[in-house]
């Protein structure tokens, strides 16, 4: 049974780096074209997508983000690790981290998310 | 930036009613588009792929159609499961999601 579970801080102040952990379970990021994103959805609006990884440790990013976004893998912790800097309350929202089985496929399993604010 | 456009954003229909929910695209993707459904409270659930494959253990009265730029996801007799909001999702260039369709109980 494949898993994502998402984990980090439910608030954070402004200015400040965000760190996020998802942790998975039931398939391996080492078998090739394993991919595992992030995504985020502010409440009550829509999904935006965030990051990617890749099996060979490729890295995608949301091109209007990406100067604020780093994603990392430990594969020996089946974990998959996104950074995000300088938050703002507009960034307060869902974050999910998403599995997907192939580098051209949609995202087939999702972690439950992990709701951040950003606050002072 | 390539867009995807859902109509319409809000859905009325009642149990049993045949409703489709369209999603275009800025510029043509082939058929790399996903439908999701999510609920209040919970993680986004893949329906469908590549704009008409059913993810498996999803009921079969979900379809799929549509190529290039224009898409419909199509539900053929309502059931009360299936009142949730819906996104289409291309991922021909990367990836990004339509504003999502609430389908409501009339």
């Known amino acids: 049974q494949v898993t994502l579970r998402e984990s980090g801080p439910a608030l954070v102040k402004p200015t400040q780096t965000l760190t996020l952990t998802c942790t998975f379970s039931?398939?391996?990021?080492?078998?090739?074209?394993?991919?595992v994103s992030w995504i985020r959805q502010p409440p009550g609006k829509a999904l935006e997508w965030l990051a990617r990884?890749?099996?060979?440790?490729?890295?995608y990013y949301n091109t209007s983000l990406e100067t604020r976004l780093a994603i990392s893998q430990d594969t020996s912790k089946n974990q998959v690790v996104l950074t995000m800097t300088n938050m703002d309350p507009m960034d307060t929202g869902t974050y999910y981290c998403?599995?997907?089985?192939?580098?051209?496929?949609?995202?087939?399993?999702w972690g439950q998310g992990t709701m951040v604010t950003v606050s002072s | 930036d390539l867009q995807m456009t859902q109509s319409p954003s809000t859905l009325s229909a009642s149990i049993g009613d045949r409703v489709t929910i369209t999603c275009r695209a800025s510029?043509?993707?082939?058929?790399?588009l996903a439908w999701y459904q999510q609920k209040p409270g919970k993680a986004p659930k893949l329906l469908i792929y590549?704009?008409?494959t059913l993810e498996s253990g999803v009921p079969s009265r979900f379809s799929g159609s549509g190529s290039g730029t224009e898409f419909s996801l199509t539900i053929s007799s309502l059931q009360p499961d299936d009142f949730a909001t819906y996104y289409c999702?291309?991922?021909?260039?990367?990836?990004?999601f339509g504003q999502g369709t609430k389908l409501e109980i009339k």
């Open positions: 998403a599995r997907l089985r192939s580098v051209g496929s949609a995202f087939d399993i």
């Open positions: 039931g398939f391996s990021l080492t078998t090739p074209r394993m991919c």
């Open positions: 990884i890749d099996w060979d440790d490729d890295k």
């Open positions: 510029q043509s993707i082939n058929n790399w």
């Open positions: 590549k704009a008409s």
């Open positions: 999702q291309q991922y021909n260039v990367y990836y990004s």
